[in-house]
Every structure is written in C-alpha cells, then in structure tokens.
C-alpha cells in the first residue's frame, strides 16, 4: 500500500520566492496534518485537516503561510514571500481519525536562501 | 512547564545493554500516548502505543504514570539498529491532535 506521498523531497529558493509544498494522503485517511521539524524548536504542528475542513491553523506562524485540502486526496502548504528562518523540514502526516496513530510522509527539506 | 518533556541525550550504550528513557507530560486530560521511532534524515515512524496496564513487543517495554503524568520507554538486549531519536507522544487533550516531544537520542556501539 502507498504511503503518505510528499513533493518534492527537497526545495532550495531565494528570500522572497513562492514555494509550494504538496502532500498526497494514505487513502481513507480522514486527517491530515502539516508539521514543521527544526533542531531548536523538534515537531511543531502547523495546521491539520478533517474530512477536507481546516480545524486548527493555530500553528501555522504567519500570514505568509497558508494550505489547502481541496479534495480527501491532495493537500498543499504555501510559503510566500518564503524568509531563511523558514528552512525546515515540513513533513505531512494523516490518520484515520485524529487523535489516532500518524503515518508520516518522507518530508520536504526545505533551504530558503 | 513544557507540554512535552524529553531528556534530549545522547544515551550512549554497548550493545546488549537495557537503556530506558522517560518522557513527562503536563496536560492531565490527555487520554493517548504513544512511542515513535525517528532515524537520522528520515520521517518518524510509530514504534507502539502506550496503553494504562502497560505493554510490550519484543524487546520493548512501554508503561504510563497517570498519577505521575510520566512514561518510559524501556528497552532490552540493544541491538545497533536501535540507534535513533526516540519521540514520545501525547494528544493534547481528549481525543485531539498529538504533540510530540522533541526526542531523546540513543546511540548503541559494537
């Protein structure tokens, strides 16, 4: 069975560029979460879906970035203007349900110069 | 206090050895717990839940402290492909989103 899907595996940009991050889900996966993973600051959520409905964007850290779940099979985060306090790695994650176990995909590196 | 706290490492043990890892949480609320396994430059993966009566697989050994608000991870006979960062785990409240912690490091030598 396929696994969370990320792309692409790495993004290196310039200060100022749009990047976007795309995320395909595990099928019949429900929720489906955007996490961000730096050495000082570990997982941070950033924001997840249920049944394709924002519920908590409360993570994500400012109006520079935002996501979409247009449909239960494809979900998108959005960097712009993207700043070098931005490189990370982003990973997407869904679940059954929340609060279930997660299934990660391989992460996006992300180095904004 | 942190929502999730980890001893960050490195436990550096010989192969063989039982090494065993704690990881505290502060929201009482929270009702699911869980060990996930992450190797360098790869996604986490889960390693096992952490159910009230404890748990084990193998050579893992999960147990939960409500009263304490802890849980351990304990691992015996090490083997080298036990080298990684340990997450533990922890839904935020009920039955909502995990928060993870930020890891604890295990490196086992030859």
């Known amino acids: 069975d396929a696994g969370v899907i990320q792309s692409p595996r790495h993004e290196v940009t310039e200060m100022g560029q749009e990047v976007t991050l795309r995320c395909k889900p595990i099928s019949g996966h429900n929720s489906l979460f955007w996490y961000r993973q730096t050495m000082m600051r570990g997982l941070e959520l950033l924001i997840y879906?249920?049944?394709?409905?924002?519920?908590?964007d409360s993570g994500m850290p400012e109006d520079r970035f935002s996501a979409k779940m247009p449909n239960a099979s494809f979900s998108t985060l959005k960097i712009q203007p993207s700043e070098p306090r931005d490189s990370a790695v982003y990973f997407c994650?869904?679940?059954?349900?929340?609060?279930?176990?997660?299934?990660f995909g391989s992460g996006t590196q992300l180095s904004v110069l | 206090r942190k929502e999730v706290e980890q001893d960050p490492g490195p436990f550096n043990v010989p192969e063989g050895a039982t090494v065993a890892f704690n990881c505290t949480y502060s929201?009482?609320?929270?009702?699911?717990f869980f060990w996930y396994r992450q190797d360098c430059r790869k996604e986490p993966k889960l390693l096992m839940s952490v159910y009230s009566s404890g748990n084990e697989d193998g050579r893992f050994t999960a147990q939960l402290n409500r009263a304490s608000q802890y849980i351990s991870l304990l691992i015996r006979d090490s083997k080298l492909s036990d080298s990684a960062t340990y997450l533990c785990v922890v839904t935020n409240s009920g039955y909502s989103t995990l928060t993870f912690g930020k890891g604890t490091m295990l490196l086992v030598s030859p």
């Open positions: 879906f249920n049944n394709n409905v924002p519920i908590d």
């Open positions: 929201n009482s609320a929270s009702q699911s």
């Open positions: 994650a869904s679940s059954p349900q929340v609060g279930e176990k997660l299934f």
